[in-house]
Nanobody
Framework: QVQLVESGGGLVQAGGSLRLSCAAS????????MGWFRQAPGKEREFVCA????????YYADSVKGRFTISRDNARNTVYLQMNSLKPEDTAFYYC?????????????????WGQGTQVTVSS
């Protein structure tokens, strides 16, 4: 079992930056592919990005490519999401998630561990 706890959300103006963190506890963090998802009010949860367990592969949704960067520190059992050039449409609840496979999947149902989420609000 893996427990995930997100932090770092908040209110920021458009064009600003935020860095989200997701701390993991429990079973070996390094074996899991990690992802970030988000859900805006009235919308379905959507994939944001993912990173392989060995750091060497990342994948981003087109909507965040070039603005967001996912990274991880297996020694600290933590995955990060650096968000730059934020837009009002990035406003959502952000969740980190983990899965035991190696594929960079975008389907939320294929991730088995989830954090409680953190709110990101971008004002115009």
């Amino acid at each position: 079992q893996v427990q995930l706890v997100e932090s770092g959300g908040g209110l920021v103006q458009a064009g600003g930056s935020l860095r989200l963190s997701c701390a993991a506890s429990g079973r070996a963090f390094s074996v899991y592919t990690m992802g970030w998802f988000r859900q805006a009010p009235g919308k379905e949860r959507e994939f944001v990005c993912a990173i392989s367990r060995s750091y060497d592969n990342t994948y981003y949704a087109d909507s965040v490519k070039g603005r967001f960067t996912i990274s991880r520190d297996n020694a600290r059992n933590t995955v990060y999401l650096q968000m730059n050039s934020l837009k009002p449409e990035d406003t959502a609840f952000y969740y980190c998630a983990g899965r035991s496979g190696t594929a960079m999947v975008t389907t939320d149902t294929l991730y088995i561990y989830w954090g409680q989420g953190t709110q990101v609000t971008v004002s115009s």
